[in-house]
């Protein structure tokens, strides 16, 4: 299966506030999962990645958390602020090079 | 990162003609994708374009209506041929830097009256 599954479709925080979205995968050769984000008109921007070999990476006030046992990936974006406002989209890869296989999206509202 | 030019930024064609969308970047670049991404909606692979090679396309997508040249290592363009309001989306034009990361132009947005 080259599926990702991402939830919520939606989410409204607070700003300063604790966004969470969640992708689950079903291929165990993915070795490869980035985030992008994305505001209107524009193209998908790298976030921030992760490999399988670390739990959890962070970057900022995004951090990654990763669950191989569970084929599961999380961005965690703290501190919430309304310009994180944007579509953010997990993904996955499996040898370098090869297609990323997207999930649905997540339209993050930060409400000031 | 590299940075990717696409043109045009967006445009409006009628019903049954073809449109040629320009992808440069600033680097010499292993892989460049085309990817579909339709309003409100995820990526959808189109096509990988090779160097000297013929474009492999995804499921769904023929190099009939899509096809694909890639001249060198740095630019790449998308036609979409015979157009009809299906095809009204955003045309997103992806690399492989350094073999890791995947980075994205800012997209055409095309409508089809």
């Known amino acids: 299966q080259q599926q990702v599954k991402q939830s919520p479709q939606s989410l409204i925080v607070q700003k300063g506030g604790i966004s969470i979205i969640n992708c689950a995968y079903e291929n165990t050769a993915f070795d490869y999962f980035p985030w992008y984000q994305q505001f209107p008109g524009k193209g998908p921007a790298l976030l921030i990645a992760i490999r399988p070999d670390v739990s959890e990476k962070k970057e900022g006030r995004f951090t990654i958390s990763f669950n191989k046992s569970a084929k599961q990936f999380s961005l965690h974006i703290m501190d919430s602020q309304p310009g994180d406002s944007a579509t953010y989209f997990c993904a996955a890869r499996g040898t370098s090079g090869s297609r990323l296989t997207f999930g649905e999206g997540t339209q993050l509202t930060v409400n000031p | ?113």
Request: proline content about 4%.
């Open chain 2, 1 to 113: 990162s590299a940075v990717i030019s696409q043109k045009p930024s967006r445009d409006i064609c009628q019903r049954g003609t073809s449109l040629t969308i320009q992808c440069q970047v600033d680097s010499q670049v292993t892989m460049m994708f085309w990817y579909r991404q339709q309003p409100g909606q995820s990526l959808t692979l189109i096509a990988t374009a090779n160097q000297g090679s013929e474009a492999t396309y995804e499921s769904g997508f023929v190099i009939d209506k899509f096809p694909i040249s890639r001249p060198n290592l740095t630019f790449s363009t998308l036609t979409v041929s015979n157009m009809s309001p299906e095809d009204s989306s955003i045309y997103l034009c992806s690399v492989t830097y350094s073999g890791q990361s995947q980075h994205f132009g800012d997209g055409t947005r095309l409508s089809i009256l």
